[in-house]
């Protein structure tokens, strides 16, 4: 059973040592001041659910032939600039954004646990808006409906009531949910839910460790000599980080790719933009009502023939170069994030 806690004010060490960047850096989402830190990346096509093995990042760097550099994020290998010869080694999903995965969440919790004094005394933030409490959860499905969709019933909330309407543990740009327990506890949500904390740490706060909610990947702060443990670990997949580290990247020939995306758009309406995982085309419609178009229509192919569409609401009187670069680098990055 989860002790779920009012004590909020114990977060309040990790407000602190957040640093503040615009555009995002690792120690916004980790807290700085620890010797050292490392990246924990998280695999692909790992959703807890379906049949599918783990597929790790350098498996797709092999496939690519793309350097895993220290800040490299998924799309850095998964989206090369030219078409590999072999199909992908991984389909249905990118990495799993915001949480570990079951074998990587009980390795760390091994190391961790003799990292600290008070493995029996951690705390534990879930974010606020898991909507853990609607009636039906999404399910990816594989085998004969490979890639198909259903609902299955979520259950009972495991937050009561109570515990949503507050208090809060209050972060730039986040709220969460505390609970308290011994270190096993940062597994409580995995087997049903598939989530690990999104900030977890010891009483005597030797160490902490960050699941952002919008990363595929997980920091860990501590010691230089955990640190290094966890970058020698085979079982783990591992880069180097470092204070101030860019949260987000886009690599040059993506960039190269949306320019001329925006270019096309704005001189014919519509785009396609062909990769080694998938094909979209993006289309402005104009509903009449003015001289602006009002939306950015994206239709994207997988490389897994998974199909999907989405579309971007643009605002009147803006400058709309400034609105599809954007709007299309997300959509193009979401052929392997998705």
């Known amino acids: 059973m989860v002790r779920w ?3 909020v004010g114990e977060a309040d060490w990790i407000r602190e040592r957040l640093a503040t960047h615009p555009r995002g850096v690792s120690t916004s989402v980790v807290p700085g001041g620890f010797p050292a830190y490392v990246r924990l990346l998280h695999p692909a096509a790992d959703d807890g659910r ?3 093995a783990p597929v790790r990042w350098t498996q797709v760097a092999a496939w690519s032939g ?6 490299a994020e998924f799309h850095s290998v998964a989206l ?3 078409r590999p010869p072999e199909p992908a080694p991984w389909s249905l999903q990118g990495p799993r954004l915001g949480s570990l995965s079951a074998d990587d969440a009980g390795q760390l919790v091994a190391h961790l646990s003799g990292a600290t004094s008070t493995p029996e005394r951690c ?5 606020a808006g898991y909507g853990w409490e609607s009636p039906a959860r999404l399910v990816a499905t594989t085998g004969d409906g490979a890639g198909a969709v259903r609902t299955a019933p979520a259950g009972d909330d495991p937050v009561p009531a109570e515990v949503r309407r507050g208090p809060l543990v209050r972060l730039p740009g986040r709220e969460y949910l505390l609970y308290e327990g011994p270190i096993t506890e940062a597994l409580a949500f995995l087997d049903h839910w598939q989530q690990t904390p999104n900030l977890w740490w010891p009483d005597d706060r030797a160490w ?3 699941s952002e909610i919008d990363l595929a990947w997980t920091y860990v702060g501590g010691r230089t000599a955990l640190i290094e443990r966890l970058g020698a670990d085979p079982r783990l997949e591992t880069l180097r980080a470092w204070p101030g580290q860019p949260l987000w990247q886009v690599e040059p020939w993506v960039r190269r790719w949306v320019e001329g995306g925006v270019e096309e758009l704005l001189s014919a309406g519509d785009c396609v933009i062909d990769t080694a995982c998938g094909t979209l085309r993006a289309v402005l419609v104009d509903e009449g009502r003015g001289p602006d178009p009002r939306w950015l229509r994206v239709s994207r192919t997988g490389g897994d023939g998974s199909w999907g569409e989405s579309r971007s609401r643009l605002r009147a009187g803006a400058d709309l170069r400034e609105q599809l670069g954007p709007c299309l680098t997300m959509a193009v990055l979401s052929l ?3």
Do not use: E, K
């Not at 705390?123 to 974010?127: A, G, N, P, S, Y």
């Open 123 to 127: 705390w534990f933030c879930l974010w």
């Open 336 to 338: 392997v994030d998705g």
């Open 50 to 52: 379906t049949r599918q």
């Open 66 to 71: 793309m350097p895993l550099r220290p800040d």
């Open 208 to 210: 902490c460790v960050a």
């Open 5 to 7: 806690s009012r004590a």
């Open 80 to 82: 090369p600039p030219g």
